[in-house]
Each structure stands twice: as C-alpha cells, then as structure tokens.
Nanobody
Framework: QGQLVESGGGLVQAGGSLRLSCAAS????????MGWFRQAPGKEREFVVS????????YYTDSVKGRFTISRDNAKNTVYLQMNSLKPEDTAVYYC?????????????????WGQGTQVTVSS
C-alpha cells in the first residue's frame, strides 16, 4: 500500500544537525498519523516521534525531547524530522512509518507502511 522513501541521513559531528525527509507515493498521507523510529546495531527498533494526521499533536520519546522536531506538509505528501544537538547515541537507521489511522503513538503495531530507512551517524 504505497511506499515511503527517507532521505537526508549522513555523517555529522556531535552537536550538529540533520533534517530527514520522508516522501510518500501511492497514498495520500493527510489522513494518517506518521512516525519516525530508529534502530541501532544490536538494539530493538525504538519509537522516536509521531504526529497526528492534522499535525496538532506530537509525541516524542524522552531522549529526543527538546532536540528533535517532527513536522508534516500534507500538500507535499512529506514528513520531516529536524534533528538538532545530535549525540553519538542518536546513531541509528531511521525509519519513517505511516499509521493505520489519524491517531498513533509509540507502538509499532499502529503502523502499516514503512520506509527502507536512512543511516544517521553521529561522531564524537
């Protein structure tokens, strides 16, 4: 059911910033909550942030609060993740996901469409 493509990952020094993009095709994301997850080597995939379909409510995991910001541009069918003050522990593959409905939070089971992931590496 459609596809999501992440971009914007790369190598950055600690304290730097990156902006990830998630472009959707084959579906209109305006009706769905969207989320970002990440997975580091040897660890389980973890929730980072989600945003409601209307953009009104955002839910962040504690480790990124105050540093990461999710936004969406439904007209462009794109979701963004602005990452500031990056830390080495932020190093992971970041995945964009679309939920089954307009409301979703931290549970992987709430999402039914996933991107391929983009690598973010933060050096000390």
């Amino acid at each position: 059911q459609g596809q999501l493509v992440e971009s914007g990952g790369g190598l950055v020094q600690a304290g730097g910033s990156l902006r990830l993009s998630c472009a959707a095709s084959g579906r209109t994301i305006s009706r769905y909550a969207m989320g970002w997850f990440r997975q580091a080597p040897g660890k389980e995939r973890e929730f980072v942030v989600s945003i409601r379909a209307n953009g009104a409510n955002k839910y962040y995991t504690d480790s990124v609060k105050g540093r990461f910001t999710i936004s969406r541009d439904n007209a462009k069918n794109t979701v963004y993740l602005q990452m500031n003050s990056l830390k080495p522990e932020d190093t992971a593959v970041y995945y964009c996901a679309a939920a089954r409905g307009p409301f979703a939070t931290a549970l992987i089971g709430e999402y039914d469409t996933w991107g391929q992931g983009t690598q973010v590496t933060v050096s000390s």
